[in-house]
């Protein structure tokens, strides 16, 4: 049984994410989600930095976004960031974005990143000692 392990944080939309009509540029929530994963990973200890120090780099290898309904400038947007356990050497995120206000779903998706060692050369196909003694802890 696995627990289920998410985060959620508020964002300001900044004015340089809006195009001319005040409408966010859908490539923005491809950002909020990876503002989702940085506070995921300050929550739960598993920070970019905290890869790096154990010696791997974790690129998004795929990404999907729904887009449900736009966000304009000044709004605040709520991203929601729930982990996905999976056995493969991969970390799976599900995402949903909300009006901070109004609290209607603005957009869902999802992420996959896979683990290479810091030097970009060899990608893990089993999971790192550090990343399963995580999962153990927070997952498990």
Request: charged share 30%; hydrophobic share 35%; aromatic share 16%.
């Amino acid at each position: 049984m696995h627990k289920k392990l998410s985060d959620r944080t508020e964002i300001l939309v900044r004015f340089n994410e809006a195009d001319p009509l005040g409408i966010v540029w859908h490539g923005h929530y491809i950002r909020y989600f990876e503002d989702g994963r940085e506070s995921f990973g300050d929550r739960y200890g598993i920070r970019y930095l905290d890869f790096y120090r154990q010696g791997f780099v974790v690129p998004v290898v795929h990404i999907e976004c729904n887009f449900k309904k736009s966000l304009r400038y000044g709004e605040r947007v709520i991203v929601e960031t729930q982990y996905i356990p999976c056995e493969a050497a991969k970390l799976k995120f599900h995402y949903r974005l909300f009006n901070s206000e109004s609290q209607e779903l603005v957009a869902t998706g999802s992420s996959v990143q896979v683990f290479l060692e810091k030097d970009h050369s060899t990608l893990q196909l089993t999971n790192p000692g550090f990343f399963e003694e995580w999962k153990k802890k927070y997952a498990l």
